[in-house]
Nanobody
Framework: QVQLVESGGGLVQTGDSLRLTCAAS????????MGWFRQSPGKEREFVAV????????RYADFTKGRFTISRDMAKETVALQMDSLQPEDSALYYC?????????????????WGQGTQVTVSS
């Protein structure tokens, strides 16, 4: 099993930045890729970004438009999501997830372990 704990969410204003962090523990060698998803009330969970542990190769959803950056620290077994120029439509519960699959899974069903989520709220 892989345990995931997110942190860094909060209430910010339009145009502000936030940095989310996901700490992995347990059988982390089982995970090949780490992803971020988000879900707003009444909407389906959507893909945000994914990064491959060993190569650092990443992929993003179109809506991030260069505003978000995913990174990983292999020594600390953490994955971060830097979010800049936040907009009210970015408000959501953000989840960290781990997958056995490579190179860049983008569907929720492709992920094997999930964190509890961290809330991001962007006020206008």
């Amino acid at each position: 099993q892989v345990q995931l704990v997110e942190s860094g969410g909060g209430l910010v204003q339009t145009g502000d930045s936030l940095r989310l962090t996901c700490a992995a523990s347990g059988r982390t060698f089982s995970a090949r890729t780490m992803g971020w998803f988000r879900q707003s009330p009444g909407k389906e969970r959507e893909f945000v970004a994914v990064i491959r542990w060993n190569s650092g190769h990443s992929r993003y959803a179109d809506f991030t438009k260069g505003r978000f950056t995913i990174s990983r620290d292999m020594a600390k077994e953490t994955v971060a999501l830097q979010m800049d120029s936040l907009q009210p439509e970015d408000s959501a519960l953000y989840y960290c997830a781990a997958s056995r699959r490579e190179p860049a899974p983008m569907l929720s069903d492709e992920y094997d372990w999930w964190g509890q989520g961290t809330q991001v709220t962007v006020s206008s």
